[in-house]
């Protein structure tokens, strides 16, 4: 840039522009949840909270623990599906990335 251009108020250095400025969209968006739910979410982290020391890696533990549990889900427009038990973590893992609750 010249000293010329500079003193006419010309920015070659502009990259953003303020049609970028809210580049996240507003409100909810269920594909962010797919994300999360693929990539983020703490499937074993969840699975070793919930069965109490009851995950097989002991002689005296009930491996049934976890299959006893009870789990609830929300779905898009408010559908409610309750009574949900999974025997293992990977059972768990399935039924949210493929029901993907709200």
């Excluded at 507003?26 to 982290?45: E, T, V």
């Excluded at 609830?72 to 409610?80: A, M, Q, R, V």
């Amino acid at each position: 840039m010249t000293k010329e251009e500079a003193e006419n108020g010309r920015d070659d250095m502009l990259i953003d522009g303020p049609e970028q400025a809210n580049a996240v969209p507003d409100g909810f968006n269920a594909n962010y949840l797919r994300i999360y739910y693929g990539k983020l979410f703490p499937h074993a982290d969840i699975f070793k909270w919930m069965s109490y020391g009851n995950d097989g890696k002991h002689p005296a533990c009930d491996k049934s623990y976890f299959g006893r549990r009870e789990f609830s889900f929300t779905l898009e427009n408010d559908i409610y599906i309750r009574f949900q038990s999974f025997n293992s973590i990977s059972e768990l893992e399935y039924s949210i990335k493929e029901k993907c609750p709200f």
